[in-house]
């Protein structure tokens, strides 16, 4: 265990940003006088926040999920750490550190804080989303409007504005319009809400930032999707298939030589052999989805599939929110038989050898084993 006093502005206001896990961490964010205080958890992981009294007792003890805002009491000491994480033996040295430290005489030691200016960046950004809203959607917010003009995306990041709006309806001084379209909005939104939530994260475009080379032959390609959404599936649900992990770049002549667009099982080889894991993870989804045995998860800590689909990692197929920005399927944890699929897919019609040890190739996956049957 690793314990950090964190006792400056600006060190509180990174506190646990940008942090993947808090595991061995015990963050102590200390203050030179009680107050009730608003904590954030943008772009951090999940984390238990505990505010301590004058005696250690514990004032407020609550796992919080990434992207929330936490009022919490009047405290001087405030802890962050992993939500399985044990602290109560460091209480009283905890203690003993804040009640003998010596903070500087500062008079801008608050009004600085990074927290202050995140929240109102933060504010900002959700007073700009609105006005886009309520410009779309003169005569009041409908559904049809938002999905016609807005990425999944771009909604869910509405959904995140509004619900951060009316959270904190006395922050600043709001204007009427503000609250009224973040209610009408969370109401018509309110099937879907935590899928557009995920959305905002999973869904961010990527097609035209991967580069555009096709697997088998190295000519400029596009990323084409392997499976494809049951019929019937609500838009709000189905931005998944989108998903990089549901690609293969083909271009247009190696998608006509292999069938690519009429076989749907050589999709899904081609898919399941460049993507390893994170394909098995999203094909979990796609068969649940399919046969309808899809049960409710946490789609704000696992935006992209059920936590026991993917392993602990982006290699090995977490769909968790750390791993859920786009990326290229580098270092994806593929096995002889992934490799073996992908071959037998990429060489169904022909394919020299050499085209498969080709740079362009080695630059998206680990290395081609020599093939079977030359
Ligand atoms: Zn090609």
């Not at 690793?2 to 942090?19: I, K």
């Not at 209610?183 to 990527?206: H, K």
């Amino acid at each position: 265990m690793r314990v950090q006093f964190l006792v400056d502005s600006s060190q509180r206001s990174f506190g646990a940003m940008f942090q993947k896990s808090l595991k061995e961490d015990l963050l102590v964010f200390l203050y030179p006088t009680p107050a009730p205080r608003t904590f954030h958890t943008f772009f951090c992981p999940p984390l238990r926040m505990i505010a301590l009294g004058e005696q250690g007792e514990a004032l407020f003890d609550q796992v919080i999920q990434p992207a929330r805002l936490v009022r919490l009491p009047a405290c001087k000491i405030v802890l962050e750490c992993d939500p399985k994480t044990e602290f109560s033996s460091y209480v009283e040295s905890i203690l003993s550190v804040a009640h003998g430290f010596k903070f500087p005489q500062s008079a801008a030691w608050e009004a600085s804080s990074g927290v202050d200016a995140l929240l109102f960046a933060l504010f900002a950004q959700a007073m700009a989303d609105l006005r886009r809203v309520r410009s779309a959607n003169p005569d009041g917010v409908s559904r049809e409007v938002l999905r016609k003009r807005f990425n999944l995306w771009e909604r869910g990041r509405f959904a995140s504005s509004a619900g951060f709006i009316m959270d904190f309806p006395d922050l600043y001084n709001l204007p009427e319009m503000a609250l009224e379209v973040s209610r009408d909005l969370i109401q018509v939104e309110s099937p879907y809400l935590d899928e557009l939530l995920a959305a905002a994260i999973g869904n961010m475009p990527w097609r035209n930032v991967f580069p555009g080379i096709c697997v088998r032959c190295g000519c400029a390609a596009r990323w084409k999707s392997a499976l494809s959404a049951p019929p019937e599936t609500a838009p709000e649900i189905a931005w998944r298939y989108q998903r990089p992990e549901n690609a293969v770049p083909l271009c247009r002549a190696c998608t006509m030589t292999l069938g690519y667009l009429t076989k749907p099982v050589l999709r899904i080889d081609l898919a399941w052999g460049l993507w390893g894991k994170r394909f098995e993870a999203l094909w979990s989804w796609h068969k649940a989805l399919a046969w309808g045995n899809l049960t409710q998860w946490d789609k704000l800590a696992y935006p992209l599939w059920p936590q026991e689909y993917g392993g602990e990692s982006w290699e090995s197929g977490s769909g968790a929110l750390e791993h859920a920005t786009p990326r290229l399927p580098n270092g994806v944890a593929r096995t002889a038989q992934h490799d073996e699929i992908f071959w037998r897919a990429l060489s169904e019609k022909g394919v020299r050898k050499r085209t498969l040890t080709a740079a362009h190739l080695q630059a998206l996956v680990a290395p081609i084993p020599e093939p079977l049957h030359p």
